[in-house]
Nanobody, 127 residues
Framework: VQLQASGGGSVQAGGSLRLSCAAS????????MGWFRQAPGKEREFVSF????????YYEDSVKRRFIISRNNAENTVYLQMNSLKREDTAVYYC?????????????????????WGQGTLVTVSS
């Protein structure tokens, strides 16, 4: 699976952006898809995850009620709608995919559990 993330940019605090992650190369519908972010000098952190069939979504606490993850399996694309952006949301955002089985329920929060990664897209939020 090859992943191509896009949609980053510069926005003022309170604004919105929509990230996209287009997948190619293999069947996409069975893969769980996640978004992670990495701010300068910090470790990569979990943002959001959606199951392969879109039946369940998960969010890191700081983005709940502001971000919405969705997917369109027919178009092999996953989205991250980011609303009410804050300065602390500034980071490079990465999409990731995993099609394998995992041994614990919160695996999707761990970057090392994902086999495929996009190249990252920069989101800059200014006050």
């Amino acid at each position: 699976v090859q992943l191509q993330a896009s949609g980053g940019g510069s926005v003022q605090a309170g604004g919105s952006l929509r990230l996209s992650c287009a997948a190619s190369g293999r069947s996409f519908s069975g893969a769980g898809m996640g978004w992670f972010r990495q701010a300068p000098g910090k470790e990569r952190e979990f943002v959001s995850f959606i199951r392969g069939d879109g039946s369940r979504t998960y969010y890191e606490d700081s983005v709940k009620r502001r971000f919405i993850i969705s997917r369109n399996n027919a178009e092999n694309t996953v989205y991250l709608q980011m609303n009410s952006l804050k300065r602390e949301d500034t980071a490079v955002y990465y999409c990731a995919a995993s099609g394998r089985l995992h041994s614990f329920s919160t695996w999707y929060q761990k970057p090392e559990e994902f086999e495929y990664w996009g190249q990252g897209t920069l989101v800059t939020v200014s006050s």
